[in-house]
T-cell receptor
Framework: SQTIHQWPATLVQPVGSPLSLECTVE??????LYWYRQAAGRGLQLLFY??????ISSEVPQNLSASRPQDRQFILSSKKLLLSDSGFYLC????????????FGQGTRLTVV | AQKVTQAQTEISVVEKEDVTLDCVYE???????LFWYKQPPSGELVFLIR??????QNEISGRYSWNFQKSTSSFNFTITASQVVDSAVYFC??????????????FGKGTKLSVKP
C-alpha cells in the first residue's frame, strides 16, 4: 500500500534562517506531488505541485521554493524565513494517471520566531 | 474563477444530534470534482468522499451522507447521530483535472465541528 511521510513534525526557526522540509511517498511510481500551506485561521492553499522529476509549478509567488530530485521525493525550501512563513505545511500525492483524491501527509507545523 | 465557500465557521452540537455542513462552489468548468476532508486535532487531512460533476447521486456511508446538487452548486455533508469523535475541522474542496493536476485542490475555509457529550 502507498504511504506518505513528512518530516519534521514540528519546527521552530528564527527569522532569516533557511528551511528544508522533506516529503517522500512509498508504494507508488510517478506520483503527482503537492505542497499546501495552512496559515493560522485560514484555509489550505496550494503552493507547489510537480508531475515529474525536476518539474515544479508554483501557484503562489512567495519566499519559498520546491524541488523534486527523485521520483518520490518532494522538498520545500527557503533561503531566509519570514515571520509570515509560519503555518502548517502539508505534502500530498495523487497517482500520475487517473482521477482520484489527494492523499496527505501528517504535516509540519512551522513557527518562525 | 473557482471558489469554495463554507459559510459556517464553527458549529457546536450535542452528541446524537444530526448536523449538516454546507458547501457552495463556483466554477465555469463542466468537468470538476468535489471532495470532503476531515482534519482532526492531529492535523492530518483524512479523505472522506470524492464526487465528479456528472454524478449527482447522493451517497451514504454509515452515519455520513452527502447531497450534491448542481442546480444550486452545493455539496452538503450531513452527519447523523453525531459522536464526540466527529469533532474536527471539515473541508470542502474543488478540483479540475488539467494535465495531471487533479490534486490542485481549492479548499473552503473549513467548518469546525464540536460535538459535546
Amino acid at each position: 500500500s502507498q504511504t506518505i511521510h513528512q518530516w519534521p513534525a514540528t519546527l521552530v526557526q528564527p527569522v532569516g534562517s533557511p528551511l528544508s522540509l522533506e516529503c517522500t511517498v512509498e508504494g507508488t511510481s510517478n506520483p503527482n506531488l503537492y505542497w499546501y500551506r495552512q496559515a493560522a485561521g485560514r484555509g489550505l492553499q496550494l503552493l507547489f505541485y510537480s508531475v515529474g522529476i525536476g518539474q515544479i509549478s508554483s501557484e503562489v509567488p512567495q519566499n519559498l521554493s520546491a524541488s523534486r530530485p527523485q521520483d518520490r521525493q518532494f522538498i520545500l525550501s527557503s533561503k531566509k524565513l519570514l515571520l509570515s512563513d509560519s503555518g502548517f505545511y502539508l505534502c500530498a500525492w495523487t497517482p500520475g494517471q487517473g482521477i482520484t483524491e489527494a492523499f496527505f501527509g501528517q504535516g509540519t507545523r512551522l513557527t518562525v520566531v | 474563477a473557482q471558489k469554495v465557500t463554507q459559510a459556517q465557521t464553527e458549529i457546536s452540537v450535542v452528541e446524537k444530534e444530526d448536523v449538516t455542513l454546507d458547501c457552495v462552489y463556483e466554477t465555469r468548468d463542466t468537468t470538476y470534482y468535489l471532495f470532503w476532508y476531515k482534519q482532526p486535532p492531529s492535523g492530518e487531512l483524512v479523505f472522506l468522499i470524492r464526487r465528479n460533476s456528472f454524478d449527482e447521486q447522493n451517497e451514504i456511508s454509515g452515519r455520513y451522507s452527502w447531497n450534491f446538487q448542481k442546480s444550486t452548486s452545493s455539496f452538503n455533508f450531513t452527519i447523523t447521530a453525531s459522536q464526540v469523535v466527529d469533532s474536527a475541522v471539515y473541508f470542502c474542496a474543488l478540483s479540475m483535472n488539467y494535465g495531471g493536476s487533479q490534486g490542485n485542490l481549492i479548499f473552503g475555509k473549513g467548518t469546525k465541528l464540536s460535538v459535546k457529550p
